[in-house]
T-cell receptor, first 110, second 112 residues
Framework: EDKVVQSPLSLVVHEGDTVTLNCSYE??????LLWYKQEKKAPTFLFML????IEKKSGRLSSILDKKELFSILNITATQTGDSAIYLC??????????FGKGTLLTVNP | NAGVTQTPKFRVLKTGQSMTLLCAQD?????MYWYRQDPGMGLRLIHY???????AKGEVPDGYNVSRLKKQNFLLGLESAAPSQTSVYFC???????????FGPGTRLTVL
């Protein structure tokens, strides 16, 4: 059975801090690792990673995949209150499905 | 483009009632999915479809049925609602060439 584990489950930081969110996976016939951001509505797509060691970056957010150690990290630098959300990690295999982790609840205090 | 839309946005049912949730996408996506999200449980796959006329069970299919009569629509049915089905339901779709799923806005369902 495919499994995705995220840590920590929740995190509270102050504006301006840098955070690292972790995601480990065990996915049969692994193809991709995806990160989503969920505020009080639907998850919105952030990144998809398929190659090991190549960083994807969008503004203050970046992510990298390690296919040997089966994990990914999502970094957020200079956090803002608008970064407060649940961050979801998901692993994709060859069976059309994504397996989601339980998410990390990030709270950024002013 | 509207992307993925869901109807209704909110619904309250009594135990034993039935209802259908509608998901529609205008991106010509082949694959569609129904998830439920409960506190502390993450997103769990109920059913999915890899094309018009095809459906398959996900992780938590019991108590739900689905149909995909048209490529753009994916219906989720509850024949006899139970309080354990109180949840937020998300529909998602993706194209053939990428694993990225795009989500609808969700339906908050309460079963009393």
């Amino acid at each position: 059975e495919d499994k995705v584990v995220q840590s920590p489950l929740s995190l509270v930081v102050h504006e301006g801090d840098t955070v690292t969110l972790n995601c480990s996976y065990e996915v049969t016939n692994f193809r991709s690792l995806l990160w989503y951001k969920q505020e009080k509505k639907a998850p919105t797509f952030l990144f998809m990673l398929t190659s090991s060691g190549i960083e994807k970056k969008s503004g203050r957010l970046s992510s990298i995949l390690d296919k040997k150690e089966l994990f990914s990290i999502l970094n957020i630098t200079a956090t803002q209150t608008g970064d407060s959300a649940i961050y979801l990690c998901a692993g994709g295999g060859s069976n059309y499905k994504l397996t989601f982790g339980k998410g990390t609840l990030l709270t950024v205090n002013p | 483009n509207a992307g993925v839309t869901q109807t209704p946005k909110f619904r309250v049912l009594k135990t034993g009632q039935s209802m259908t949730l509608l998901c529609a996408q205008d991106m010509n996506h082949e694959y569609m999915y129904w998830y439920r999200q409960d506190p502390g449980m993450g997103l769990r796959l109920i059913h999915y479809s890899v094309g018009e006329g095809t459906t398959a069970k996900g992780e938590v299919p019991d108590g739900y049925n689905v149909s995909r009569l048209k490529k753009q629509n994916f219906l989720l049915g509850l024949e006899s609602a139970a309080p354990s089905q109180t949840s937020v339901y998300f529909c998602a779709s993706r194209g053939r060439d990428s694993d990225t799923q795009y989500f609808g806005p969700g339906t908050r369902l309460t079963v009393l």
